[in-house]
């Protein structure tokens, strides 16, 4: 698997997983919307990109949220 560094320093895996260009449908498959092709989270393509949220990995700008009530778990 191939890696790579934010401007952070975070280590970063090259896949679907943190790609600008995934897309999760309403069944919760995973899929490329260049590609439109329904993927695996390890599968990575040319085009791959580092999502906003991986690119920001590490600035401690950020909080952590519960994912059903959006309340601050960390700061």
Same mark, same amino acid.
């Given at each position: 698997m191939v890696k790579t560094?934010?401007?952070y320093g975070i280590?970063?895996?090259c896949c679907c997983a943190s790609?600008?260009?995934k897309a999760i449908d309403?069944? $919760?498959v995973r899929t490329c919307k260049l590609?439109?092709?329904? +993927?695996q989270s390890k599968f990575k393509c040319s085009k791959w990109q580092?999502?906003?949220g991986m690119s920001k990995a590490g600035s401690g700008? $950020?909080?952590?949220?519960?994912?059903?009530t959006k309340?601050? +778990?960390l700061e």
């Open positions: 560094r934010n401007i280590v970063i895996k790609c600008e260009h309403y069944e $919760g590609m439109g092709l329904k +993927v580092i999502s906003c700008q $950020g909080v952590v949220r519960h994912i059903l309340e601050v +778990v």
